[in-house]
């Protein structure tokens, strides 16, 4: 994927931004506070498929498509922001890194918290480490028991091409 175009966003993009995240609650923890005064740099990256990214401090922070908004992993890996859980065994971590939707059988573990369609970070066991971003297909309480079939759409994951579009950016 190509940039097509990339920008320091001036105050009134930061205030819209802000407000943006406002509303959405998987993203209200994102402290742009530093931003509005100009002290924290925020850059927009356009690429050819109309994707934007938000870099902020020089780490990616926000993808943003048609549909929606979502935390990136850098933000994850971060600690920016923080996500409802779904825990899965180490068996499912090789598909899952080749990006892979999240099955009910590999799954040990879901917060309560979780409700259909919400944004949820998937994290190995051993390591308790963000593998993916994705969007939940069924309650939390649901996943722990479902035998079979998915439970997560993966949107994003380590090792995909906007991990590998950052490191070509120097990020």
Do not use: C
């Not at 990256?45 to 994707?51: D, M, P, Q, R, Y």
């Amino acid at each position: 994927m190509r940039v097509k175009h990339r920008h320091q966003l001036r105050a009134k993009e930061r205030r819209e931004l802000r407000k943006q995240l406002e509303v959405t609650p998987a993203l209200l923890h994102i402290d742009l506070t530093g931003s509005s005064a100009g002290k924290t740099p925020i850059e927009r990256i356009v690429l050819e498929n109309k994707t934007e990214l938000f870099l902020i401090n020089e780490r990616l922070w926000l993808v943003r498509t048609k549909e929606k908004t979502y935390p990136s992993l850098h933000a994850l890996l971060d600690g920016v922001v923080t996500l409802p859980k779904v825990v899965v065994d180490m068996g499912a971590v090789p598909h899952i890194a080749n990006g892979a939707d999240v099955m009910g059988p590999g799954i040990v573990g879901a917060d309560d918290s979780i409700t259909k369609d919400d944004i949820v970070v998937v994290i190995d066991q051993k390591n308790q480490t963000p593998l993916a971003v994705g969007q939940a297909i069924f309650e939390g309480d649901r996943m722990k028991t479902k035998s079979k079939g998915r439970a997560v759409t993966v949107i994003m994951y380590v090792g995909d091409w906007l991990w590998d579009l950052m490191k070509s950016l120097s990020m």
